[in-house]
């Protein structure tokens, strides 16, 4: 069959718009994450089911279900931030491998405590505390009195002894 | 002339301060001992009054058109609460029987049916769910909430709810067949 002179460059300029098309549809997607890109995040998570292991190396079937799903997320063009809060939202925040600053949790019940410790401290001492009653009054009123010198002689003896 | 020379008092740890160091160090061996007194319950137990709680619902999985599910809604039914995963092999051992169990059950209304699906990606969770024409409703358990209060040790594991929001029965792994489903749950029904 003989083509006719107008049909080649019709279909050369069909098969340029297709590429064409096809080329910013693919890179509308993005390009396709590697093994090293999903690990890079991976590595950063934890699953609940799997303790102690790290994502990137657990062998389980759940693992390998979530590194898919980093996949299909960095295809979609998410940021390793957006996945990982992807993953706190569906699974709780003991995924990361990092847990968030939480010092405002440890820190209130020490704080409490350390409260506590220190009334309960101060109330003791309080309590230990000998009170200024009478007979303490009395007592320095008497030490107060001039010393009988029989007495007074009598001690210096003893010590003298000693 | 001797001189004789008293040595210093020896200045110890004030008595206020040896007492804040104690509590405070009790206070903090308190708070392990809880951790791991927690840590070393088994799932919760038959007996006690189960807490709300909300699920989502994967869209198809509804009921009455709803996004989620409240535990306190469904005071007056029977509520069978089964914790699944997709990728969980056992769970698959059982999910046939639990969906012909649903299946005997919904015309009554009495009876509902909750799949919580545990640690999972929701792609792979509907292709399950689709694999064992499971129509009952399902949703994630979002940050794992739901499987902590219930301190779950694994899937599948199914808890029995009664009308009063009491827990009667944990069924720990798979059921091996229809009767033993309906063994829990019909005396609830009485």
Redesign the interface.
């Known amino acids: 069959m003989k083509l006719t002179s107008y049909k080649v460059p019709l279909a050369l300029l069909l098969a340029v718009t297709f590429t064409l098309l096809f080329s910013l549809m693919a890179s509308a997607q993005g390009p396709t994450p590697t093994d090293d890109d999903v690990n890079r995040v991976a590595k950063q998570l934890y ?3 799997c303790e102690s292991t790290p994502l990137d190396v657990c062998p ?3 693992c390998r ?2 590194r ?2 980093i996949r299909t997320m960095l295809a979609e063009g998410k940021s390793e931030e957006e996945i990982k809060q992807y993953f ?5 925040a ?1 995924v990361l491998a990092e847990p968030p600053n939480r010092m405002v949790s440890y820190l209130v ?2 704080a409490v ?2 409260l ?3 009334l ?3 109330g ?2 309080m309590w ?1 505390k000998p009170r200024v009653t009478e007979t303490t009054v009395a007592d320095e009123q008497r030490e107060a009195e001039p010393v009988d010198p029989y007495i007074a002689r009598l001690e210096d003896e003893l010590k003298k002894q000693k | 002339m001797t001189e004789t020379s008293n040595p210093a008092p020896r200045r110890g740890v004030p ?3 040896q ?6 160090l009790v ?2 061996l308190t ?1 392990v001992a809880m951790g791991l007194r927690r840590a070393q319950q088994g799932t919760v137990q038959p007996g006690q009054k189960i807490e709300n709680f909300t699920l989502p619902l994967y869209s198809g999985y509804q009921i009455d058109d709803k996004s989620e599910i409240h535990l306190q809604d469904l005071r007056g039914k029977v509520v069978v609460i089964n914790f699944w ?3 969980c092999k056992p769970c698959e051992q059982e999910a046939a029987e639990m969906q012909q169990a649903w299946e005997q059950y919904e015309p009554t209304g009495d009876v509902v049916f909750l799949g919580v699906d545990y ?3 929701e ?2 969770a509907r292709v399950y769910l689709k694999k064992f024409g499971i129509t009952y409703s399902n949703g ?1 358990d ?4 739901i499987s ?1 209060y219930f301190r779950i040790k694994g899937v599948p594991e199914t808890y029995f709810v009664d009308k009063e929001g009491v827990l009667q029965y944990v069924q720990v792994g798979p059921f091996t067949s229809l009767d033993q489903i309906r063994a829990q749950i019909d005396p609830l029904l009485k």
């Open positions: 699953c609940p089911v389980t079937e759940a279900q979530w898919d799903l706190v939202t569906q699974y709780g003991r019940p020490a405590i350390l506590g410790a220190l309960l401290a101060r003791f001492q230990m | 008595l206020w301060a007492i804040t160091i104690w509590v405070f206070g903090l708070i995963a997709s990728w640690v999972d990606t792609p792979q994630p979002l940050g794992t909430s902590q």
